[in-house]
C-alpha cells in the first residue's frame, strides 16, 4: 500500500470515480482502505476532505449516467442557492431507467425539458420545483433566478404554456406574477410577500429614496415612497461589519430627518409573520394610509401551503 504521500493531490480536492483514480495511478484496493470512503457506486473521496453540498451534487452526478439530467431544486442549488434540503440529489431521465442509489431520486419523463451544459435549465428546474413548493418558497427561488439573471418571466412562461403538461407547469402561472427581480436576497422576498399576501400594498423593491431636492439618502429594501416607509431587512453582515453598521446608523438618522419611518425586520421578526404585517401596517397608518387592514384569511394561508394545480383555488394566490 502506497504511504499517504503517494496519494495524487488531486484525489483529495473532491470527489472523484474509481476510473479516475485509476488513470492516477490508485488501484480499487486503495480505495477500499482506511484513506478514502465510498460516496455513491463508482464515486469516493478522501476521508479528510470536508464535503460541501455543490460537492455532493458533483458526486451524485459522476454516479449517475450521461442520459440522468440534474433537474429540480438540485440543479437550482447548482447555481449557488442556498435553501431547501440538501437530499435527496434530483435527476430526470427519459424513458425507462431504474436505479436504486441512496439519497439520490430519479424522476422519469417521456420527454426531457429544455437542457444545458449543466442539466435541465434552470427555467425548466423551476417548473419542477413549483410542483410540490409551497407559494412563499417558489417566489423566494424565483425571485433569486430573477435577480441573478439565470431565467426570464418570458422563458418560464413560454415553456410552461408549451410544455403545459409537466408537473409544474399549471402551478408556475400562479407564481410569476408575485415574482420580483429587483429583490436582492431570500429573506427581502420572504419579507415582501408575507405583507402582499396579507392584502397591504405591493412595496417597490431596492427603490433609492431622495429628499426633497432631488438627492440620493440611500436605497431602500422595500420602500412605500407615497407613505414614506421602509421596511429594511438587517441580515448578520449589518451587525459583524462595523463600517456597514455605521453606514446603517448614518444612513437611518438621515431618513429620519427627511420624515421616513422604517421598521427594521430580522429572522426573528419573520418567524411570526403576522406580527410582523401588523407592525408595517400601522405604520403605514402613521403615513396617512386609509385602505384596508391586514386579513389572514384563505389568501394569507395559500402563501405557506403547496401551489393548487387546479383553477378551485386560484383566488386565494391571484
Known sequence: MPSPIDIPPVLLAGPFTAAYARSVGVSEKVLRGKRFRRLFPRVWVHVDHA??????????????????????LTRIQALGLDLGPAKPLRFTVAG???????????????????????????????IQYCADARMID??????????????????????????????????????????????????ESESRVVLVFAGLPRPEANKDVRNARG???GYGDLVYLVWKLLVEYEGRQHLNDLNQWNSDIDRYRDFRDEGWRYVQVTNEKLETPKKLVAEVYGQLVRGGYDGPAPVFGDRWSALFAPIPSSGDLASKVA
Open 51 to 72: 464535503m460541501t453540498d455543490r460537492d455532493w451534487i458533483a458526486a451524485a452526478t459522476m454516479a449517475m449516467p450521461r442520459r440522468a439530467q440534474l433537474s429540480h
Open 138 to 187: 417558489a417566489i423566494k427561488v424565483g425571485d433569486w433566478l430573477l435577480h441573478h439573471r439565470h431565467m426570464t418571466v418570458l422563458e418560464v412562461a413560454e415553456l410552461a404554456r408549451r410544455d403545459h403538461w409537466r408537473p409544474g407547469a399549471r402551478q408556475v402561472r400562479r407564481v410569476l406574477p408575485h415574482l420580483d427581480a429587483g429583490s436582492r436576497s431570500l429573506k
Open 96 to 126: 425507462d431507467l431504474h436505479l436504486d442509489i441512496d439519497d439520490i431520486f430519479l424522476h422519469r419523463t417521456e420527454v426531457l425539458p429544455p437542457l444545458d451544459d449543466v442539466g435541465v435549465t434552470p427555467a425548466a428546474a423551476f
Open 215 to 217: 438627492e440620493i439618502l
